[in-house]
């Protein structure tokens, strides 16, 4: 019988366990859940960001970030402060797929959820990522409604029909694009988010 680090396995734990040694070396940018068989239980690993752009928004960044052809990392999201990074300088986390250069979408820190439905605590982390634009005025009563003439262009809107500009305070959002079930209002993070 197999054994590991001096425990008798069974053959089908050992195999399960070698394969641990295949598995390439990954980035931690996206987050999945993988079951072990074995061990009858859920463990989150990395996933290869596969179709993201690349990233270089350093830590502690608060002017916004944007997309550069020429950056002094190469392509690549990065803070609009002007600092210069390197390699070696610390990293966000940070997985934005191509297209959050687009009119309807922005780059923010975010909310990272677990994606268990009734897992406490439901957020386990920020990154940067792509949301899609808001501007649901505060105070909103009637839910959230996805429009694509508003008055401050195709975004998420309150559904009660009041005509929102720059000047509007609105409520922070992070709707993930191509939410399909509606927006809500999570009091736990103070903002508007994909009802999923």
């Not at 394969?19 to 996933?47: M, Q």
């Not at 990154?127 to 998420?156: L, S």
Request: a positive charge.
């Amino acid at each position: 019988m197999p054994s590991f680090d001096g425990v008798l396995l069974s053959t089908a734990t050992a195999l399960a366990l070698s394969s641990f040694s295949a598995v390439p070396a990954i980035s931690n940018a996206r987050e999945i859940n993988t079951p072990l068989k074995p061990f009858g239980e859920i463990h989150r690993i990395s996933d290869a960001t596969v179709g993201a752009d690349p990233c270089y928004i350093h830590s502690g960044c608060n002017k916004g970030v944007g997309y550069s052809k020429s950056g002094s990392m190469g392509r690549g999201w990065y803070c609009k402060d002007g600092k210069l990074v390197k390699p070696g300088d610390q990293f966000d986390n940070c997985i934005i797929e191509p297209g959050c250069t687009s009119n309807t979408r922005n780059v923010q820190y975010g909310p990272i959820w677990k994606s268990q439905e009734h897992e406490l605590p439901r957020v386990v982390g920020r990154r940067w990522q792509c949301y899609d634009n808001a501007f649901i005025h505060k105070q909103c009563k009637k839910g959230a409604v996805y429009m694509k003439n508003g008055t401050m262009g195709t975004a998420w809107y309150c559904n009660d029909g009041k005509k929102v500009n720059s000047s509007t305070p609105v409520d922070a959002s992070y709707i993930e694009p191509g939410c399909k079930y509606g927006a809500i209002f999570d009091q736990s993070i103070g903002a508007w988010k994909c009802n999923r």
